[in-house]
């Protein structure tokens, strides 16, 4: 009997190993598979979303602000593109940007703002307009007379020279003394044109300010952007618009 125990135990142990690994992988494979059922949380990017302000900290109301400059352009050129004669146009028309008009009492550069003004609206276009360079004009039309021929440089120095009377009476006597030099000279002729204008963008900048009592140090200030689009073949106002910016400081 002892042995027979014995060999019954030595027989049955097996069998229990057995069925522990089974019991343990399949408890693995479930742990798996519920790690992978699981989904993981997924970040989510928040964006906060600063509203424009019409106060900036320390502002000073005796100067026009390179913001407002910006700010007014790019609304002036998402408003032009749409419009019809450029998003209808069955060619990109060519649009000369004029000096703005400065009519207030503030010092402004009128070609800072000109050449803003441009970089925004060739930003918002996207190659649907063309703009002529005014002030590459000259240099256009001397590049050309160089491909062409050669242009006569001229030049005149006229110098007087005065010689004092040598008595009492005698009247001062002048003399003149002129040099030209002529550099080579041969003849051109320009026979390209420069791009036709289709429209011209012309601007005005007025400004007002308000206090609460006169000779007050803080108040508003008010700047009124207004701008024309003028057809170049027909004299004809084909859009305008106006914008106001609102600016609370001090007054130095």
């Known amino acids: 009997m002892p042995e027979e125990a014995l060999s019954m135990q030595t027989t049955t142990h097996p069998i229990r190993s057995t069925s522990t690994y089974y019991l343990s992988c399949l408890f693995l494979v479930a742990s798996l598979l519920s790690a992978c059922a699981s989904p993981k949380p997924v970040a989510v990017l928040k964006t906060n979303r600063v509203a424009p302000t019409a106060r900036l900290p320390g502002a000073m109301l005796n100067q026009i602000t390179v913001e407002d400059m910006r700010s007014t352009a790019d609304l002036m050129a998402r408003d032009l593109v749409l419009q019809p004669f450029i998003s209808r146009a069955s060619k990109p028309p060519v649009i000369a940007v004029k000096p703005i008009e400065n009519k207030s009492d503030l010092i402004i550069d009128p070609d800072i703002f ?14 649907r307009v063309l703009f002529r360079d005014e002030v590459a004009h000259q240099y256009t039309l001397d590049e050309r007379m160089k491909q062409t021929g050669t242009l006569q440089i001229s030049s005149i120095t006229t110098q007087q020279r005065v010689q004092q009377p040598t008595r009492i009476g005698q009247p001062i006597q ?12 041969e003849a051109g002729e320009v026979t390209k044109r420069v791009a036709d204008v289709n429209y011209f963008l012309t601007g005005l900048i007025y400004s007002s300010k308000e206090v609460v009592a006169s000779g007050a140090a803080k108040g508003m200030r008010y700047f009124q952007f207004q701008f024309r689009v003028t057809d170049a ?11 106001l910016v609102k600016r609370q400081g001090s007054f130095q």
Do not use: C, D, F, P
């Not at 803003?116 to 190659?127: C, D, F, N, S």
């Not at 002048?174 to 000279?185: A, E, L, M, P």
């Not at 073949?233 to 106006?242: D, H, P, R, Y």
């Open 233 to 243: 073949q027909t004299n004809i106002i084909v859009w305008e618009k106006e914008y």
């Open 114 to 127: 000109q050449k803003t003004i441009r970089v925004h609206l060739m930003e918002q276009a996207g190659g």
């Open 174 to 185: 002048t003399i003149t003394q002129s040099q030209t030099k002529t550099v080579t000279r």
